[in-house]
């Protein structure tokens, strides 16, 4: 009876095809959300091996008030949307599986426990992937005192290898709480001399012990470093001179000038700050998948993956302990390396039609689902595939 026989190793071959390792149909292979430093290395990363990749970028870079990016070497001064416009530019290159598209992503679904997930933006499109790469940002909650929000990244700067080198030497402020003033002098002292922390009242007993539990000495090393305390409330920062017109880019200095205005009447004016304000992350999608976090960040494993298997989480969001577009574009390239591995792995076991069971192994799986001898089958099967 031949046709049975025909109708047996057909039915034999979808069963060996069931136990395969399946791979979802996906519209992508990845979906990266966010194109800031991390989100475009990552995306370059993909596209070099050509992942379908997506990337969404919503266009709201943590970066974008500064005048200018430093300590990204080759691009140490690199205004950060000219940064971006090449890395988009080179990333088109690799347009036959890459696509970039300015859309805000408003939820991520992981289907069937992480097998593949689905995108949904605010036009209500859907994406489809295996592998999801949050790259979503963190923002800064900046106080509303009239001044510091318009200064913010022009003068009253957030980090020291952002900005310090073009304010050195120039009078200097310390702005947020008195329990982390210490740490910003031991930031910025081989560039200012004259510091002031203005610590807008909260130079109280609790802010106190916070500091000493950091720094037992603080008050005897503040004194060696000629760092005074002011405890008034700011009422307000005003700008006096703009360091975006009124600098020397051959020395790399820039003259910004401001006016703290405090609470008794006195002011006191400053060529820049440092701030320590509070910052959150940017996007709600992360708390949506209800990733493990640590703190206001994503934890990670050494590989960018969150707890959720098909998840990954790169730049500022992480908690790998960095936040600066070194690291973001570090995270996002090892991110895409691992994808593609992982992926790999998974499609070199379905290209051999088999899960991590041995030929053996499978056919008396096979043997157990089917319940009768079909030895002689079997061999046919193997023959065949020779
Ligand atoms: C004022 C300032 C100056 C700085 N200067 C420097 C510097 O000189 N040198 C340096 O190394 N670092 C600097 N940094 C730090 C640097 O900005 C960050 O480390 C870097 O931007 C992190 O990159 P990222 O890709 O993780 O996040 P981001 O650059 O913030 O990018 C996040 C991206 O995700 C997108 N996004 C978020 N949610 C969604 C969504 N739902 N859908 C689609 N897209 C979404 C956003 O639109 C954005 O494109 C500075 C930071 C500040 C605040
Ligand atoms: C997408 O956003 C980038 C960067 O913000 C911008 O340069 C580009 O013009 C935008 N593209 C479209 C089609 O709006
Ligand atoms: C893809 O990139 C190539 C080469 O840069 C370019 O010629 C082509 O127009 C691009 N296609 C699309 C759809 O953008
Ligand atoms: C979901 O996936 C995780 C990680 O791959 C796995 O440990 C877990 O057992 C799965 N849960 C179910 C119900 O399949
Ligand atoms: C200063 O403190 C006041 C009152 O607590 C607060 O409203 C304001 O945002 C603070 N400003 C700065 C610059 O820290
Ligand atoms: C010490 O700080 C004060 C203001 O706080 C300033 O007037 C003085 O010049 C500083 N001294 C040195 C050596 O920088
Ligand atoms: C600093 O200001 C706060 C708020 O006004 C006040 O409670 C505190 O006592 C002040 N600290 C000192 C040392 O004066
Ligand atoms: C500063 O201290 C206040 C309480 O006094 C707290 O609410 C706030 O989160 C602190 N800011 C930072 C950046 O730690
Ligand atoms: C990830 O961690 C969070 C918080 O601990 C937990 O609620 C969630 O179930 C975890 N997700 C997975 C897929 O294990
Ligand atoms: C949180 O991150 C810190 C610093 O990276 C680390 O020391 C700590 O172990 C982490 N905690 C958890 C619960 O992962």
Redesign the pocket.
């Known amino acids: 009876m031949p046709s049975l026989k025909v109708l047996a190793l057909f039915s034999l071959t979808l069963l060996s095809q069931a136990l395969a390792t399946t791979i979802p149909e996906t519209d992508y292979d990845a979906i990266v959300i966010g194109?800031g430093p991390a989100g475009l290395s990552a995306t370059s990363g993909l596209s070099r091996v050509r992942r379908r990749t997506l990337m969404l970028?919503s266009?709201v870079y943590r970066n974008d008030p500064t005048r200018h990016m430093h300590d990204v070497i080759g691009n140490d001064g690199t205004v950060p949307a000219v940064f971006?416009?090449l890395a988009?530019q080179q990333i088109s290159r690799y347009n036959a599986t890459t696509t970039m598209k300015?859309a805000t992503v408003i939820s991520v679904e992981s289907i069937n426990n992480g097998s593949y997930y689905k995108a949904t933006d605010s036009e209500g499109l859907e994406y489809t992937a295996r592998r999801i790469v949050l790259a979503t940002g963190m923002k800064d909650i900046l106080p509303d005192t009239p001044g510091v929000k318009e200064g913010w990244g022009k003068g009253i700067y957030w980090c020291p290898w952002c900005d310090g080198y073009e304010h050195r030497d120039q009078a200097f402020g310390i702005l947020g709480n008195l329990s982390d003033a210490m740490g910003s002098v031991i930031e910025v002292w081989q560039l200012n001399e004259d510091i002031i922390a203005f610590v807008n009242g909260t130079n109280t007993p609790e802010q106190q012990q916070a500091l000493a539990v950091k720094y037992p000495n603080w008050q005897a090393q503040l004194e060696a470093y000629n760092v005074s305390i002011n405890n008034e409330t700011i009422v307000s920062i005003d700008r006096l001179q703009d360091g975006s017109t009124d600098n020397d880019p051959a020395e790399d200095r820039e003259f910004d000038l401001f006016r703290v205005n405090l609470a008794d009447g006195s002011s006191i004016e400053r060529g820049a700050f440092i701030t320590n304000f509070p910052d959150a992350q940017y996007s709600n999608i992360p708390q949506e998948l209800d990733l493990q976090m640590n703190g206001t960040k994503i934890a990670v494993s050494t590989n960018m993956k969150s707890n959720d298997t098909g998840v990954y989480a790169i730049g500022d969001i992480n908690n790998d302990g960095a936040t600066n577009v070194p690291h973001a574009m570090f995270s996002g390239k090892r991110a895409a390396v691992y994808i593609h591995v992982e992926l790999g792995r998974q499609e070199s076991l379905a290209a051999i039609g088999k899960r991590e069971l041995s030929d053996k192994e499978r056919e008396k799986e096979a043997r157990r689902l089917v319940g009768s001898d079909l030895d002689e089958l079997w061999k046919r099967v193997q023959e065949m595939k020779k």
């Open positions: 194109g970028d266009g971006r416009y988009r300015n």
